[in-house]
């Protein structure tokens, strides 16, 4: 079975500031992890997602993420924060055999001027 | 560009009335999912078909909501009859999953508002 916790409902940062949202997962069996955003009155869209290889994922909008499995965690990182970048963040852990994801609650980013 | 469609959009009805939604699949996927986004809840996966074929349901209501894919480019969530409490987004989504493969790509969602 796999959960995920995304620590923080809400964060908000100034343009240009750091963005990192946080996500611990919980999987018995080596996760594939992913990040989605969502804009208002919109659906999901795929950011990045982690299956094997390379712990450093890049996405799009330029967000990367690390898997580090020594800390269970897929941090979602963008160096400099846009305007552009506010939306909700979910990560989500699926295992090899599995069909569905399980998403966690989602973190709410604000960006101010 | 493939893209994950979603009839309705928006939808109201009142209470009592029967709710048909409808997802078209991007093509060449064989996994469908239904979920159901509210402020309290958040989201909620309610059931999901590979190969046409229910999966997993444990998600919905099953005296009132049933899922079905018709064929591999539709699939159809109804709600008989609708209750105040099932005013949600409802999303669609679609992935060719297998090993090695698991994202989904999300439909644009139906609003339901039942009053």
């Known amino acids: 079975a796999q959960s995920v916790t995304q620590l923080g409902s809400h964060v908000s940062v100034s343009e240009g500031a750091l963005v990192l949202l946080r996500c611990n997962y919980s999987s018995s069996v080596p996760p594939y992890l992913f990040w989605y955003v969502q804009y208002p009155n919109q659906g999901l869209q795929l950011l990045l997602k982690?299956?094997?290889?390379?712990?450093l994922v890049k996405g799009i909008n330029g967000f990367e993420a690390e898997f580090k499995k020594s800390e269970t965690s897929f941090h979602l990182t963008k160096p400099s924060a846009h305007m552009s970048d506010a939306a909700e963040y979910f990560c989500a852990v699926s295992g090899w055999t599995a069909s569905k994801l399980t998403f966690g609650t989602g973190t709410r980013l604000q960006v101010t001027l | 560009d493939a893209r994950v469609t979603q009839t309705p959009r928006h939808k109201v009805t009142e209470m009592g009335q029967e709710v048909t939604m409808r997802c078209q699949p991007i093509l060449g996927h064989n996994t469908v999912f239904w979920y159901r986004q509210t402020m309290m809840q958040g989201l909620e996966l309610l059931a999901y078909?590979?190969?046409?074929?229910?999966?997993?349901d444990s998600g919905m209501p099953k005296d009132r909501f049933s899922a079905e894919m018709p064929d591999a480019t539709l699939a159809t969530l109804k709600i008989q009859p609708s209750e105040p409490r099932d005013s949600a987004v409802y999303f669609c989504?679609?992935?060719?999953?297998?090993?090695?493969?698991?994202?989904?790509?999300f439909g644009p969602g139906t609003r339901l508002t039942v009053t």
């Open positions: 989504a679609s992935g060719l999953v297998q090993t090695g493969s698991k994202e989904q790509y």
């Open positions: 078909f590979r190969n046409r074929a229910p999966l997993d």
């Open positions: 982690y299956t094997t290889g390379a712990t």
